[in-house]
């Protein structure tokens, strides 16, 4: 099985910080890697596909790069509604998340 | 709009089994598989496991090989998850994700299950 290694698990910032977020896996998944938002009790979001490819209706701000085991989720300017838990996931054979970063305001 | 709508939360007592239902509505609803994620309380996100509406394949999570059965009914749009010989450390939100080919793109709005005595 395919291990995600996300870091931070837990980051605080402030309004208008760049936010990095970096997840590694632990063999060559090309660019199948995805990252979502979860907010409490909410369900979770897709913000980026295949590595680097914004979802429709996500603001420019989230942005992805990376491929083969070495990835980054950027957040150019943190706003207080993107407050929430963001994991990474990949699909090279079966699905797996990374452990999730928790991303506060300072 | 795609919507996942999910069936309400259920308290069941370990050994007991529990069943899922995900309604599916907005898009053609053999034309994309359903994942299923669950969360732990506290703790991050994990795959369950996959069916093809399509042709009704499964892929499962091997930790769950053998407790877990997943289904649909085109019919009634619905997407089913059975989870059998329930313990303590089953209780969590029990999420189904529409898959479009690597990523899960809409999400239903969860079903926490509890597993207690």
């Known amino acids: 099985d395919i291990q995600m290694t996300q870091s931070p698990s837990s980051l605080s910032a402030s309004v208008g910080d760049r936010v990095t977020i970096t997840c590694q896996a632990s063999q060559d998944i090309s660019n199948y890697l995805n990252w979502y938002q979860q907010k409490p009790g909410k369900a979770p979001k897709l913000l980026i596909y295949d590595a680097s490819n914004l979802e429709t209706g996500v603001p420019s701000r989230f942005s992805g790069s990376g491929s083969g085991t070495d990835f980054t989720f950027t957040i150019s300017s943190l706003q207080p509604e993107d407050i929430a838990t963001y994991y990474c996931q990949q699909y090279d054979n079966l699905p797996s998340f990374g452990q999730g970063t928790k991303v506060e305001i300072k | 709009q795609v919507q996942l709508v999910q069936s309400g939360a259920e308290v069941k007592k370990p050994g007991a089994s529990m069943k899922v239902s995900c309604k599916a509505s907005g898009y053609t609803f053999t034309s994309y598989g359903i994942s299923w994620v669950r969360q732990a309380p506290g703790q991050g996100l994990e795959w369950m496991g996959w069916?093809?509406?399509?042709?009704?394949?499964?892929n499962y999570a091997q930790k769950l090989q053998g407790r877990v059965t997943m289904t649909t009914d085109t019919s009634t749009r619905t997407a089913y998850m059975e989870l059998r010989s329930l313990r303590s450390d089953d209780t969590a939100v029990y999420y189904c994700a529409r898959h479009v080919m690597t990523a899960f793109d809409y999400w239903g709005q969860g079903t926490l299950v509890t597993v207690s005595s």
């Open positions: 069916i093809s509406v399509y042709n009704g394949n499964t």
